[in-house]
Nanobody, 122 residues
Framework: QVQLVESGGGLVQAGGSLRLSCAASGRTFRRYAMGWFRQAPGKEREFVAM????????YYADSVKGRFTISRDNAKNTVYLQMNSLKPEDTAVYYC???????????????WGQGTQVTVFS
């Protein structure tokens, strides 16, 4: 069982930066690939980025590639999402998720956080 709690969301002007954190409980955190997803109002939840259990593999959605960086610290049971050059279209609730497979599909993730709101204004 893994419990996830996101933090770091907020209101930021376009072009600015935010760093999201996702703290995980449980000693099995390092077994899991971790993903970040987001959901904008009226839209489906979409994949943003993922990282393998050891950080050796990373993958980004095209929409955030070059602007966002995912990382993890297994000693701290935490995964991060550094978001730079933010755009209004990045506005969404951001969720972290844990899954045993390094996959993009939402269905591959077993545990989810409650989400943190990111709002980017122009």
């Amino acid at each position: 069982q893994v419990q996830l709690v996101e933090s770091g969301g907020g209101l930021v002007q376009a072009g600015g930066s935010l760093r999201l954190s996702c703290a995980a409980s449980g000693r099995t955190f390092r077994r899991y690939a971790m993903g970040w997803f987001r959901q904008a109002p009226g839209k489906e939840r979409e994949f943003v980025a993922m990282i393998s259990w050891d950080g050796g593999m990373i993958y980004y959605a095209d929409s955030v590639k070059g602007r966002f960086t995912i990382s993890r610290d297994n000693a701290k049971n935490t995964v991060y999402l550094q978001m730079n050059s933010l755009k209004p279209e990045d506005t969404a609730v951001y969720y972290c998720a844990a899954g045993l497979a390094f996959r993009v599909a939402i269905s591959e993730y077993d545990y989810w956080g409650q989400g943190t709101q990111v709002t980017v204004f122009s």
